[in-house]
Structure formats: C-alpha cells, structure tokens
C-alpha cells in the first residue's frame, strides 16, 4: 500500500468502531509512520471528541416558523372599515394633497427666485464669464438638460419678475423640464457634474439662460 | 457475534426508517414532528457546527439557529435516497463552513476586528494551543476545498463516520467517497507541509 496515494480508511474506520485487530493495528502504525495526513486525521478527532457538546437551543419558534409552509401563513387581518375609519382616511389624504401642494409651491418659489437672481446677476457679468468658460464634452452632451433648466428659469423669472414683459411668448419653451431632463444618476458617467465640470456647467447654464430669456424677454 | 452484529444492523435500518418517516412528516408540515426530529438528529448537527466553527466562535449562537432553519426548510426536499442524519448533517456542514468563510472574509477585510472577536484564546498549556492549532487547521482546510471533498472528510473527521456511513448520507457509491477522501487528504498533507511547527507535534507516536 503506498503511503501517499492509499489511506488505511477502512482501518481507520474499524479503529474509530473498537474493532481493530493487532494484526491490522500494526498495519495502521506502518502507514502512520509516514503520513501526516491521517496522523492529522486521527489527532483532529481526538482534539474534537474532547470539546463539549453544544446544547440545543431552547428557542424553538423561529425554526419551527421556518418550517410553515408559506401559504399557512395567515396574513395581517384587515381592519373593518368603519365610517369614522373612512372619514380618517379622508381626512389624511386631503392633508397630504394640501402638504404636497405647499411644498411644490415652496419649492417653485424657491427656484424661482434662485433663477431670476442668476439672471439679474448675469445681465452684468454674463458675457465676461460666457467667454472664459470653455465649453465641455460633458457640458455640450447635456444639452437637453440645461435646455429644461432654462426654460425653468425663464418660466420662474416670468412668473415672479415684474421687470420681465407678461406678454412673453412661451409657447415655443419647453416648459415640461422634469420630464425632458434625465436625472443624474441615469446620465452617463460623463455627463455627470464632478467638482471642476459644475461651473463650467454653470456658466453655460447661465449663457443659455440669458439667450433664452433674451429671446423671450429681451434682456 | 454475527447474529448481535446482524440484529444490530436491523435495528439501525428500523431506526433509519422511522427516522425517514418522522422527517417526512417534519417536511409536510408537521411542527410536532419538526421539533422531535430536530432534537433527533440535534448531537450529529451540534457536532458538525461546533467542529467547523470551534466553541468560542462568537456568532456560534447564530450559526446553530440557522443550522436548524436551514435543515427545517430542506426538509420538505428530502427524499429518502440518504439516511436523514447524513442528510441533515450535510446541511449542517455547508452553512457551518459558510458562515466561517464569511466570517474569514470579513478577517481579511479587518485585521483588528480579527484580533479582538477570532483571535486564540489564550491558552495555558501548549498541548492545549497544539489542539486549537490542530483543529484551526483541519477547519480552515475543510473551508477551502471543493464542497465533495469537504462533505466526505469533514463528516469522517467531525463526526467520526466511516466510508459507508458517508456514503449512504452523501448518496454517492462507497468508490467515490473514497476517492474523495484520498484527494482532501492530499490537499491536507500538502497545508501540513507549509506548517513546520504543527507538523513537528504530529510526530507518530505508536
């Protein structure tokens, strides 16, 4: 039997049941002598045998909840609905429609005002700040985006500048820029704004912004 | 001595046999049955968890309540081909061998973390760092080999079954059990042969 490409197994196996004869010991030592790997087989499951056995848990219900077939489960009991539930629940909705329109009117306003600041700072320094920025690939590959962006802006100044004529024709504007412009996580990595790209962006942002109003407004 | 050997055999047929039965109950639905077969096979599960991981691991608790979820849920699966212990034991070593594959994943990632949760206890006596020694090894090395090899070695050596015995829990002929065992021995003398120190207290001593 070669020593390294044979193991006793069975030997092994009938010195683990008690059973082994001298003859068969003997063997096992010969083959022992030169192999570690069932020296170290034998020794692992002596150190084994002397650790002590780990009791059971005695939390059987989250394996015994484990073991419900999923469609036993019984699901959460609905509530009765009773007419002051409903009322309840009108009375939620209406307060979410109210809070909803609060904050898109906030919002707006908001937007608004940031545009219609931009503008009237851009009136001043617009062309100076156009021509040092260069325009970037990442820049021009959103094109649709700042187009929103500016329509937004024009749509903001419009509503809320009383130096802006009402008389402006928005027809043609795009008006519905959320569903025009990506968002940024689904631009491409490119067309992401990393740090340096932002004012690059900006400027051109505001260069077209101008352009739009001015041909909306003349300003 | 042939006629005890035999009434023997019997009886572990009988017993294999209400064993199968009693899991089959478990796996349609039964938690009474559950909950007994569990306990049943429960010292064969503890061993293997306990073997793979060794007693101080800290997420031992954790293991052990995912062991049995794991057996629980695999139950309605099994089919009666392998004795229901070899079947649940198995399970047992796979999720044991995976949480401590994890759990060396997350050593790498995090050497400290290491030092403090899986470092070795310190020990007083060096026989007694010797047999952590010894079975770091044998566990780090069932972690890493081919689930087959792992399967057959680590039911033989945990849990002290011998070639036919795994070979009736894998559900695999007695030939590649064997063959088996063979190539994960290889693969644990070639571990020992990095390890000089641990090789040097594996001196035969007849």
Redesign the interface.
Known sequence: MSV????P??LI?KL??GTLSDAERAQL?AH??G???????L???A???????????E??E???R????QE?REPPAKRPSTPAARRSRQRRIALLVVAATLSASGALAALSNRRLSWRVWFRDSAPTVAQSAAPSSGALKGGVRRKALAAVAVAGALATSPELPRTADTSSVPVTAPNVAAPESQLAPADRPTQPNRAIGLASHKQESAAAAGSAGGV | MATVESSEAIEATDAAAALTALARR?GA?D?IA??HF??TV??KI??V???VLG?RHPE??DV??QT??AV??A?PAFRGDCHPTGYASRIALHVALRARRKAATRRARSETLARYSLSEPELAHDEELG?ER??R??RDLLAELPEEQSDALGL???L?W??EEVALASGVPLNTV?SR??LA??A??RR??SEPEL?AE?E?E?
Not at chain 1, 47 to 57: G, R, V
Not at chain 1, 66 to 69: F, K, Q, S, V
């Open positions: 390294v490409g044979l193991h197994e069975q196996d683990e049941a030592d022992l002598r192999c570690t790997a069932c020296r170290m087989d020794a692992t499951r150190d084994l045998a002397q650790d002590a056995p780990f009791a059971f848990p939390q059987p989250l394996m015994l484990a073991l419900e077939p036993s | 478990a639905g938690p559950a909950r569990l306990r429960w010292p503890g061993r968890v306990v073997g007693t031992l608790e052990v309540q049995l979820i629980s849920q139950l047999r010894r079975k090894v044998m033989r050596v945990l002290g011998s070639l064997r065992v063979r021995k290889e644990l003398r020992l042969e090789l594996l035969f007849p």
